[in-house]
């Protein structure tokens, strides 16, 4: 089940989610949908998307005054945009649960036509990280990396159906994950100086939830640049605009 909250800040406004919603901060995902950085006079704004995990016994909001529940979006990657050190562990599989993840995992990209190693690359509480080896890397990856997302989302569906709907299977290949966020950054740095420059607004390309939550987060912070998600489905588009400085 999904909601809208806002706050004057991300952290106010999850905080805000969490408490009309009566369940702890690690129970429901977090995507956000538009972020302006207050001002003289003016008020800061953030407004999040929240899935709460487990929709079938998901508490209602306690009241409505911060948001509204016909969202349909689904965010996919939460965790990786503060990519936190991570201990070694141990890549082969821990339990009949991972085992049978690892070989879905495996033997679906070899019905694919390729051929590809699964293993552990991280566990962390309600995540786990499945790393893909393979001689068609790029070819698993994809465009934009939706290939990979894909594959990703084939993975937790599977994971759901073998009884774990509360964990959060995430899928990277060569790095691909850390590679394509610093790319984002870049990129979002980039926009927001021609946006600057030139006045003008820029609509970016269409990215899933997580990319989005990269470019509103780095953006988040620059006093007269604001950002806003726009488009329907998975895949939404970030417009980037000038706001002045008050």
């Not at 070694?88 to 085992?99: I, T």
């Not at 699964?118 to 939706?146: P, Q």
């Not at 939830?209 to 620059?222: A, G, S």
């Amino acid at each position: 089940m999904e909601y809208e909250f806002e706050g004057r800040t991300e952290e106010e406004a999850i905080e805000i989610a969490a408490r009309e919603l009566g369940i702890a901060r690690d129970e429901f995902d977090v995507e956000i949908m538009e972020s302006q950085r207050g001002g003289f006079l003016k008020k800061g704004k953030t407004r999040i998307r929240v899935q709460v995990r487990g929709a079938a016994s998901a508490p209602a909001p306690r009241k409505r005054s911060a948001g509204k529940a016909e969202g349909r979006e689904v965010e996919t990657n939460r965790f990786e945009g503060e990519r936190p050190r991570r201990a070694p562990v141990d890549a082969a599989a821990d339990g009949e649960f991972e085992q049978k993840l690892l070989d879905f995992v495996q033997t679906t990209v070899e019905k694919m036509g390729y051929s590809c190693t699964a293993s552990i690359l991280f566990r962390e509480e309600l995540k786990l990280g499945i790393r893909l080896d393979s001689d068609s890397a790029a070819i698993l990856i994809g465009k934009k990396g939706k290939n990979l997302d894909a594959l990703q989302l084939l993975a937790n569906v599977y994971a759901g159906r073998l009884g774990r709907e509360d964990l959060r299977v995430i899928l990277d290949s060569e790095n691909y994950r850390i590679r394509r966020e610093e790319a984002i950054v870049k990129m979002a740095y980039e926009v927001a100086e021609r946006v600057r420059s030139t006045r003008n607004s820029v609509l970016l390309e269409p990215m899933n939830p997580f990319e989005r939550r990269i470019v509103h987060t780095t953006l988040n912070d620059i006093v007269d640049i604001e950002t806003k998600s726009e488009g329907d489905g998975l895949y939404k588009q970030v417009r980037v605009m000038f706001r002045g400085r008050r």
